[in-house]
């Protein structure tokens, strides 16, 4: 229904924003912190692009580019934590033979895998995002 008046509004690219299970009338909420720091870097972008020169264009696409790079790191941060509790999840399986063990190594295997790109992606992100602050 929202991306429908959206749509008939001329608003592109709307942006959808979920806490998962996380009280409404707490501020605190993962969720609705990103949903403010986009609106604190549109404002920004808007500002930039209102009152300054056309020469600090640059400034408004390095913003735009970090609060990507905060927004990815944030989904990288919260996937390294799912995948060290499925971790946490398939190992008590394995232990308690609920889970064959070919399947645990395999999962194990996949798991370890994805964590280790997360971690370095993470290096990566938290660099720039300091280095930028």
Known sequence: MLEEFARRNNLPNPWHF????GSST?????????MMEEVEVV??????TMYSA???????????????????LAAAQKRTGELER???????DNALCKLPDAQYEALDAQYAKEQDARNAEIKELEKAVTGYE
């Open 18 to 21: 979920t806490d998962d299970g």
């Open 43 to 48: 404002c920004r972008i808007f500002s930039l």
């Open 86 to 92: 499925l971790i946490c999840k398939i190992y008590e």
């Open 26 to 34: 707490r501020s605190d909420r993962s969720g609705f912190l990103v």
């Open 54 to 72: 056309s020469g600090e264009t640059q400034a408004v696409q390095q913003t735009a580019d970090i609060s990507k790079k905060r927004n990815r």
